[in-house]
């Protein structure tokens, strides 16, 4: 179950963060939105591969805060 939401499955996870969180696909995009290089892993089922923030729709906005420009 997803930490954040507790309404998705936590499919994902990080291992750059010190804790062991398990995240929906929006929760992880959220949670990482300031912190684009770590690595993350996605259950396929059977084991956790690697994936990444990028693979998974992410968009790094750079100026305005984070968020997109107006």
């Known amino acids: 179950l997803?930490?954040?939401c507790q309404g998705e499955e936590g499919l994902l996870w990080c291992l750059t963060c010190?804790?062991?969180h398990s995240?929906?696909?929006a929760c992880i995009l959220t949670a990482h939105q300031s912190l684009p290089f770590?690595?993350?892993q996605q259950?396929?089922?059977k084991c956790f591969c690697d994936t990444s923030l990028?693979?998974?729709s992410y968009i790094?906005?750079?100026g305005h805060g984070g968020?997109?420009?107006p």
Do not use: A, V
Request: net charge negative; hydrophobic share 25%; aromatic share 12%.
């Open 67 to 69: 968020q997109p420009c």
């Open 38 to 40: 770590h690595k993350i």
């Open 23 to 25: 995240w929906c696909h």
């Open 54 to 56: 990028t693979q998974l």
């Open 2 to 4: 997803c930490e954040s």
């Open 43 to 45: 259950w396929n089922g």
């Open 18 to 20: 010190s804790s062991d």
């Open 60 to 62: 790094w906005h750079l």
